[in-house]
């Protein structure tokens, strides 16, 4: 019986598997090179096979199976697998179909709406769509399991075993330890010279600087490929097909720079981990734990001096008239400088969390009722206001920056901000073992990435993200790390007693 239903289950996974590289593949394609007008098209098809991928992942026979399953001698991977797997189906099955195919019509039209009303910097042309969008969320939530906090159950969609307590208390350090900070150095701007990075920077070369970065991250071309899009994001196709992206604008050579470093952490993610689990549940690793290796590279190791002992070199000598006068260590201290911002994508490290911060607030107000739902632009205003200073100009660089409230994507933000606490504890843990500041000035990179495998990625799903981070650092999730990191860092670069 165990090995006929095992069978059945591996089958099934396969077709599933099938399913998902096409529509990865197509998703990828017309995020880089489809033409513009190929779009409606493309859209029809990939719904359709949405559609069948949909019901093959709710097939009733195969819900029985893994339940029947439950009661045998299984091992632990086997028992993780089911338990996902069964997780998933819940989540589907307490939903009706005809309010499931509705839903996801409601968002196609809001995500619309809300790219009509971004360019237009009209509020109002999204409001209604988001309002129905936050109506069905809660309905949703309600079905889904009536005696849990609505929240609650979409943060831990987002990332498994958190919840609004534990999210408190991570945020409140923020607001506690690193708000004030934030209003001193906003005070202190001349500390550092950024004035060096102004002015055009011309793409060919930023593409030759990529190849440099990509062979000293060890991003081999027989695994890995980079493309070209609106916004940087990493695709996985298998573990040896990793497909990342990159954006190029003239006047910012940071930008394509710190992206490359971040989108690789998450394609070296997706390479290391085991390839027994390809393709099955045991592969979506959380999105916490995604974000934390790449936020890990960006910030972690690519903001550090050693970094850059023989980047910067590579760097100057493609743009010797502009940098041969810059140090390296002004040019180091450049890329860590920190100023509130308007925009989440664009923020600095220090600043980040705080806008992580204003949408975490905002959604558990939106599903415990404390925050009006007619007034969400105003409520974001005034957060920007109090907590960074700033002044939101228009809705466009407001409310309205981000894709992911349109199609309901609730209890996605708050996973930014932990992966980056959940890096400073990796970092913490990985110093003990290696000497990071050697491996990076050497271009060492095989050897935090052999750690980075042993501890981290050797897991994919098989266990949950804080267990995880249990069993690579010998401690339980700790914030402290992250605060004490920022807190340290920053005050010594803006000279803060
Ligand atoms: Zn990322």
């Not at 017309?30 to 949405?50: C, F, H, K, M, W």
């Not at 400088?337 to 975490?360: C, F, G, M, N, Q």
Request: proline share 3%; charged share 25%; aromatic share 12%.
């Amino acid at each position: 019986m165990k090995e006929e239903a095992m069978k059945r289950i591996k089958a099934w996974q396969d077709e599933i598997k099938a399913y998902q590289l096409a529509l990865t593949t197509m998703s990828y394609d017309r995020l880089t090179v489809a033409p513009e007008n190929g779009i409606d098209y493309y859209s029809e098809q990939a719904a359709y096979l949405s559609g069948v991928l949909y019901s093959i992942q709710t097939d009733p026979d195969i819900e029985k199976t893994l339940n029947e399953l439950k009661s045998e001698e299984l091992n632990a991977e086997q028992k993780r697998m089911i338990e996902l797997h069964l997780k998933d189906f819940d989540r589907l099955k307490r939903i009706p179909k005809d309010d499931y195919v509705a839903y996801q019509k409601l968002c196609q039209v809001s995500e619309k709406k809300w790219e009509e009303a971004k360019i237009k910097k009209d509020y109002s042309i999204f409001e209604p769509y988001l309002l129905q969008v936050i109506a069905a969320q809660k309905k949703f939530c309600a079905l889904r399991d009536a005696t849990k906090e609505p929240y609650d159950i979409l943060l831990d969609d987002y990332e498994e075993g958190m919840d609004q307590k534990k999210y408190d208390a991570f945020f409140a350090l923020i607001k506690e330890k690193l708000l004030p900070l934030i209003h001193e150095i906003t005070l202190k701007q001349d500390a550092l010279r950024t004035d060096f990075l102004e002015g055009s920077w011309d793409i060919e070369k930023q593409k030759q600087m990529m190849k440099v970065l990509q062979k000293y991250l060890n991003f081999d071309p027989s695994w890995g490929y980079m493309g070209i899009s609106a916004h940087p994001f990493t695709s996985c196709f298998s573990h040896n097909d990793v497909r990342i992206t990159n954006a190029y604008h003239e006047n910012m050579l940071l930008s394509s720079i710190f992206s490359l470093i971040h989108e690789t952490g998450h394609a070296i993610y997706e390479h290391q981990i085991p390839e027994a689990y390809e393709g099955t549940v045991l592969c979506n690793v959380s999105m916490g734990i995604h974000e934390s290796q790449s936020r890990m590279y960006e910030n972690n190791l690519g903001r550090r001096m050693s970094f850059w002992n023989r980047n910067y070199d590579e760097l100057v000598s493609l743009w010797p008239d502009r940098l041969k006068d810059i140090d390296q260590e002004t040019f180091v201290r450049a890329v860590n400088s920190a100023k509130p911002s308007l925009i989440r994508t664009e923020a600095d490290e220090l600043t980040y969390p705080v806008h992580i911060l204003i949408r975490y607030e905002i959604e558990k107000g939106i599903f415990d009722g404390s925050v009006d739902c007619r007034r969400l632009e105003e409520t974001w205003n005034q957060k920007m206001k109090e907590y960074l200073g700033i002044t939101v100009p228009d809705t466009s660089q407001g409310i309205l920056q981000d894709v992911h409230w349109s199609d309901g994507s609730f209890g996605y933000f708050p996973t930014y901000a932990l992966g980056s606490a959940y890096a400073a504890q990796f970092i913490n843990a990985m110093q003990k073992d290696i000497d990071i500041d050697t491996a990076l000035a050497y271009q060492d990179m095989a050897s935090i990435q052999k750690w980075q495998k042993e501890r981290i990625h050797c897991y994919g799903a098989s266990i949950p993200s804080l267990q995880i981070i249990e069993n690579a650092t010998g401690e339980s999730f700790n914030p402290q790390y992250y605060i004490e990191y920022l807190y340290n860092k920053y005050r010594d670069l803006y000279q803060i007693k």
